[in-house]
């Protein structure tokens, strides 16, 4: 069975850091993208940060400069450092994990999501 737990969410002033992480087991295959997505109250669940199998990356521009994804293939998890944290990054974060297969078929895989709060 496919789990994805992310770890790390917490509350934090706002200018401040945290570090979430989320780990995936019982994927069979290599894990070709990993991910971040939040949702904040009353909002769409929107695109955060990624990071594929060759390392390249690509970040929404709300959070350019401010967060880092990192990852650790031999581990199948993934990092987002946040650092410069604002109120408007309050939401529960949901890491991602896709595995492509011949053509547009691919598998995708969600955590359960964790929660971050900035106060200001």
């Known amino acids: 069975q496919v789990q994805l737990v992310e770890s790390g969410g917490g509350l934090v002033q706002a200018g401040g850091s945290l570090r979430l992480s989320c780990a995936a087991s019982?994927?069979?295959?290599?894990?070709?993208?990993m991910g971040w997505h939040r949702q904040a109250p009353g909002k769409q669940r929107e695109f955060v940060a990624v990071?594929?199998?060759?390392?390249?990356?690509r970040y929404a521009d709300s959070v350019k400069g401010r967060l880092t994804i990192s990852s650790d293939n031999a581990k199948n998890t993934v990092y987002l450092q946040m650092n410069s944290l604002k109120p408007e990054d309050t939401a529960v974060y949901y890491c991602?994990?896709?595995?492509?297969?011949?053509?547009?078929?691919?598998?995708?895989?969600w955590g359960q999501g964790t929660q971050v709060t900035v106060s200001s």
């Open positions: 019982g994927i069979i295959g290599s894990i070709n993208v």
């Open positions: 990071i594929a199998d060759d390392g390249s990356t």
């Open positions: 991602n994990a896709i595995q492509y297969y011949s053509g547009s078929d691919h598998d995708s895989y």
